[in-house]
């Protein structure tokens, strides 16, 4: 077996992340953050069948005093709401689970999500295991502590910051992933070069190709680098009071399209959280451009990276710039003097801008 590789996220409530093949059937690793004796696996249609099974009986065979339960649910980004959340909590009361109880995550971003919204709910708080399945997940979602739900009015827009007690990222689970979300998740490792390191972008670049054809050290690099980059940035700022804003890069734009489509990603009619994203850094980086703030031949290699990559870089068409500026009223980064943005110094350096005109957005929105 490869080795297995290590990214430590600092803090009171710190915990590893270890990444690796096979690390789903690694009975002693999985149960060992488990504290209690009650836990609730959370996955969805697509993940459960693929491996629920597989992970119960690893951990039955290395806890058997454990007693497990599972809350199965249909996938997609517009099943993370607030009445799965509540079948989630109905779950836990229905496993009898204590304080010292463990929520698993067993899934993409989507599960992370929720499963981690109800483990800071229940009881006002019990663990959280995240395995992810997806890139994305591996790269982002279970990282960090941001727990959440949707709202029709716009995206996480009820949760709570909740670290989890460990990550375990199983990168053989990426063998089954469609091709889709495999490049889905590569928006937001391309995000970590845009925003902290333009160097890692020279590496995406030399690896576009080694990435999508799902080489297992490329893979596995592209996920070490990018959860510690996102280690250092959460360990920091866990709460989002400073620089952790930054890992809000093209999410701004991202969200209003997501949220403006009615969070159709999944079922193939809209753009999917990363493909949003990709759309958004864009559109970020180009707004940088016209404030002056960056170079446009930065914007524009941003953008062919991402086409690379097989991203779609430019808003679907049916979104009126109005309509993507109204949604982005709710963006978790404004306040009551208006919008905020992530923007570009240049590639590899960001910061949070404020004050920036409607008619510089719907320009670049327009374009
Ligand atoms: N909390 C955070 O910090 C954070 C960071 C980034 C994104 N997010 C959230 O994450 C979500 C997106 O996550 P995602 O891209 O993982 O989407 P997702 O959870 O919807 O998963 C994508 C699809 O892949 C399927 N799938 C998952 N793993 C699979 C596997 N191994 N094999 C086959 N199919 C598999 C799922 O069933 C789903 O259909 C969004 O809701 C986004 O807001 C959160
Ligand atoms: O961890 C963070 O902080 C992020 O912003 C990571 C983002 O990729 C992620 O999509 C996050 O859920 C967005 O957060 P939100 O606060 O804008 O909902
Ligand atoms: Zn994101």
């Not at 995240?130 to 827009?157: E, F, H, I, R, Y």
């Not at 999917?272 to 960056?294: D, P």
Request: charged residues 20%; contains cysteine; negative net charge.
């Amino acid at each position: 077996m490869s080795a297995v590789r290590k990214v430590e996220v600092a803090g009171e409530n710190g915990y590893s992340i270890e990444i690796g093949p096979g690390l789903l059937e690694d009975g002693a690793r999985l149960s060992k953050p488990l504290r209690g004796r009650h836990a609730l696996i959370v996955s969805d249609g697509n993940v459960a069948p693929l491996y629920l099974d597989s992970v119960e009986t690893t951990l039955h065979a290395a806890r058997p005093d454990l007693t497990l339960a599972r809350f199965v649910m249909p996938a997609g980004e517009h099943e993370k709401t607030l009445a799965r959340f509540g079948e989630c909590l109905h779950a836990l009361a229905a496993l009898g689970a204590t304080r010292d109880a463990t929520v698993i995550a067993l899934g993409g971003g989507v599960i992370g999500d929720l499963a981690g919204f109800a483990a800071a709910c229940w009881m006002r708080g019990i663990d959280c295991v995240q395995l992810p399945t997806t890139l994305l997940a591996m790269v982002d979602s279970s990282v960090g502590g941001k727990t959440a739900v949707d709202l029709p009015s716009g995206k996480n827009l009820v949760g709570a910051f909740h670290p989890p007690r460990a990550v375990i990222a199983d990168t053989a689970a990426l063998r089954s992933l469609p091709e889709r979300e495999l490049r889905a998740g590569l928006a937001e490792v391309v995000k970590y070069g845009a925003i902290f390191d333009a160097t890692f972008l020279d590496w995406l670049e030399a690896h576009a190709d080694a990435l999508l054809a799902r080489d297992d050290d490329a893979l596995a690099e592209a996920i070490a680098r990018s959860c510690a980059y996102k280690a250092e940035v959460v360990a920091r700022d866990p709460f989002e009071r400073g620089d952790r804003a930054m890992l809000n890069f093209g999410h701004t734009f991202g969200h209003a399209i997501e949220t403006e489509q009615g969070y159709a990603g999944t079922s193939g009619d809209g753009l999917n959280h990363g493909e949003a994203v990709a759309v958004g850094m864009v559109l970020a980086a180009r707004l940088s451009a016209a404030l002056g703030r960056a170079s446009l031949a930065d914007a524009e290699r941003l953008q062919r990276l991402l086409q690379r990559l097989g991203l779609p870089t430019a808003i679907p068409p049916g979104l009126p710039p109005q309509a993507l500026l109204a949604r982005m009223r709710l963006d978790k980064k404004a306040d009551a003097a208006g919008l905020r943005f992530v923007l570009w110094d240049r590639a590899g350096a960001a910061r949070i801008v404020s004050g920036v005109p409607d008619q510089d957005v719907l320009a670049v929105l327009a374009a």
